[in-house]
């Protein structure tokens, strides 16, 4: 059975960044197209960013452009989010999510994935 663990989430002040990564336990993983979503507390769970299984193109939401990257090592089995320029409304539950041989732009809607993680938490204070 495959495993994605996320690690790297934390508390920190607005302005700040963080980088999460996600340890995937999956076979083939240069096969899977990763992506991260988020939940905040009272709200539906969301998109955030998302890389094809080539690691050719990237996706993400507007919210987050120009402020977080994602990016893959395969040879490492993790994806990683680098997030800067924190702010109070990025805080939430951030969770690794894999699908099979799909685009980056097919990674934005959370229906569909082969695995999820457990979520790791940021917290961002003003």
């Known amino acids: 059975q495959a495993r994605l663990v996320e690690s790297g989430g934390g508390l920190v002040q607005a302005g700040d960044s963080l980088r999460l990564s996600c340890a995937a336990s999956v076979r083939t993983f240069s096969s899977y197209a990763m992506g991260w979503f988020r939940q905040a507390p009272g709200k539906e769970r969301e998109f955030v960013a998302a890389?094809?299984?080539?690691?050719?193109?990237?996706y993400a939401a507007d919210s987050v452009k120009g402020r977080f990257t994602i990016s893959r090592d395969n040879a490492k089995n993790t994806v990683f989010l680098q997030m800067n320029s924190l702010k109070p409304e990025d805080t939430a539950v951030y969770y690794c999510a894999a699908r099979y041989h799909v685009t980056a732009q097919a990674m934005g809607v959370r229906e569909g994935m082969d695995y999820w993680g457990k979520g790791t938490l940021v917290t961002v204070s003003s």
């Open positions: 890389i094809s299984w080539t690691g050719g193109s990237t």
